[in-house]
């Protein structure tokens, strides 16, 4: 037996995108800002924070991201990468 799942490529973007902010949101402080600057690009504003920091947060927010693995019905799943 062969089981075949569709799944569109608008949900997969658009749970990426929700999974992405989360993870982000999830490592920056309350002081800091997360906001979208283009169609798949995202920028951080870190008060008050020097370029190593900086790099460490950056490697934190891909770290986190490229662990998630995303649900999707009917029962598939997408790994995500950075």
Do not use: H, N, W
């Not at 989360?22 to 920028?43: H, N, Y």
């Not at 008060?47 to 662990?67: H, L, N, P, Y």
């Amino acid at each position: 037996m062969i089981g075949i799942a569709y799944v569109p490529l608008a949900m997969v973007k658009e749970r990426t995108e929700l999974s992405f902010k989360s993870t982000a949101m999830g490592c920056l402080r309350k002081q800091d800002v997360l906001g979208r600057i283009g169609g798949e690009e995202f920028s951080c504003l870190l008060v008050a924070t020097d370029e190593a920091d900086a790099v460490q947060m950056a490697e934190r927010i891909r770290q986190g991201f490229s662990e998630l693995t995303m649900l999707m019905s009917p029962g598939g799943s997408v790994q995500a990468s950075a």
